[in-house]
T-cell receptor, first 116, second 114 residues
Framework: AQSVAQPEDQVNVAEGNPLTVKCTYS??????LFWYVQYPNRGLQFLLK??????LVKGSYGFEAEFNKSQTSFHLKKPSALVSDSALYFC????FGSGNTGKLIFGQGTTLQVKP | DSGVTQTPKHLITATGQRVTLRCSPR?????VYWYQQSLDQGLQFLIQ???????AKGNILERFSAQQFPDLHSELNLSSLELGDSALYFC?????????????FGPGTRLLVL
């Protein structure tokens, strides 16, 4: 079965420090991976995706993610965290197989708290 | 702003009732997806439409139905509502529903069933 795991419910980091939000996946075939962010009372905003090519993907708001096939991971990173980055982050993988066209499978989400 | 619009933003209703949630995709997008976000189930895919036709089905209850109209807007109908249906319902859209495409999400409709 295809799945995504975000092992940390919450990540705390001081403003200006680097941040990492972890994601591991399990899929059959090549993975198509996505990161979204959800601010309170808002919808999900797309940050970045990995389809193929360079393992380091750059996205919106200074975020990047590193695809690691051997470790089946797709961790989200940012060199210097801002208080405004505090939000709920979701990792997702595209589901393949009959009847799954377009379906995204989401992790449980990780709350990022950036403290001044 | 993703360009996907959803109405209403909030909905409060009683058990046993029926409601309709509406979604307008981004201009040019032919594929629409519905997701449910709840505290116990997380974000779950419900159903996908492409150019008016159902393309994929997820964990959608029989009490729920959806359709996509010729102008490409979509409606999610929830009937015989139960307390457990209280959740945030998101609509997303993409150009054709292709594997590599990004899905852009609307702001959601928060449903509270009392």
């Amino acid at each position: 079965a295809q799945s995504v795991a975000q092992p940390e419910d919450q990540v705390n980091v001081a403003e200006g420090n680097p941040l990492t939000v972890k994601c591991t996946y399990s899929v059959s075939g090549n993975p198509y991976l996505f990161w979204y962010v959800q601010y309170p009372n808002r919808g999900l905003q797309f940050l970045l995706k990995y389809i193929t090519g360079d393992n380091l993907v750059k996205g919106s708001y200074g975020f990047e993610a590193e695809f690691n096939k051997s470790q089946t991971s797709f961790h989200l990173k940012k060199p210097s965290a801002l208080v405004s980055d505090s939000a709920l982050y979701f990792c997702a993988v595209r589901a393949f197989g009959s009847g799954n066209t377009g379906k995204l499978i989401f992790g449980q989400g990780t709350t990022l708290q950036v403290k001044p | 702003d993703s360009g996907v619009t959803q109405t209403p933003k909030h909905l409060i209703t009683a058990t046993g009732q029926r409601v309709t949630l509406r979604c307008s995709p981004r201009s040019g997008d032919l594929s629409v997806y519905w997701y449910q976000q709840s505290l116990d189930q997380g974000l779950q895919f419900l159903i996908q439409y492409y150019n008016g036709e159902e393309r994929a089905k997820g964990n959608i209850l029989e009490r729920f139905s959806a359709q996509q109209f010729p102008d490409l807007h979509s409606e999610l109908n929830l009937s015989s509502l139960e307390l457990g249906d209280s959740a945030l319902y998101f609509c997303a859209s993409s150009v054709t529903g292709g594997w590599e495409e990004t899905q852009y999400f609307g702001p959601g409709t928060r449903l509270l069933v009392l």
